[in-house]
């Protein structure tokens, strides 16, 4: 059962650089969610998407670009990686809305260091 | 805007011993969610409640909402070692229309001693 799968697991980036993380979902979720949470803190929202070719900004969506061509997957896109971007990114999915009877289940995590 | 707030942040408590954690949200929401995060791990779905007065058990966990209220509890009764992790709530909010965030409160460490 694989669930949420998000790639890489670690990346280290410079300043400027950009990069893609990666969040596959097997489970015909329609949401999908990206968060990230920085040390110590809770979980940030940083884009949403309701269905494939549908996205939306979250809490903290600047710096960030998403799309959703399929609905297996929910890239994240960083152009250009500064130092706040240091976090761990957690990609999430969900079955239609949360007010169904439903729950978020959430990958492994990607922790992203930019130096 | 939702927010939600978690305390305490921090707890530190002997097992044997029982305690609750608090979750206040500021918007209408009858969608509230528990999750345990273990360190470097992702998050594990703990409570899902649906509706006011909602109560559910797992083992030594309780979880409650108060949607009048806009609180949500998570009692610990007898802790052990195992249940040390972060616990995060989360509430389903609505935006814009039929669309649905999961905001996250501040998350509460909960470190059980022997």
Known sequence: NAGVTQTPKFRILKIGQSMTLQCTQDMNHNYMYWYRQDPGMGLKLIYYSVGAGITDKGEVPNGYNVSRSTTEDFPLRLELAAPSQTSVYFCASSYLSLNANTEAFFGQGTRLTVV | ?114
């Open chain 2, 1 to 114: 805007e939702l927010k939600v707030e978690q305390n305490p942040l921090f707890l530190s408590m002997q097992e044997g011993k029982n305690y609750t954690i608090y979750c206040n949200y500021s918007t209408t929401s009858d969608r509230l969610y528990w999750y345990r995060q273990d360190p470097g791990k992702s998050l594990e779905s703990l409570f899902v409640l649906l509706s006011n007065g909602a109560v559910k058990q797992e083992g030594r966990l309780m979880a409650s909402l108060d949607t009048k209220a806009r609180l949500s509890t998570l009692h610990i009764t007898a802790a052990v070692h195992d249940l040390s992790a972060t616990y995060f709530c989360a509430v389903a909010s609505n935006y814009g229309g039929a669309t649905n965030k999961l905001i996250f409160g501040t998350g509460t460490l909960l470190a059980v001693q022997p």
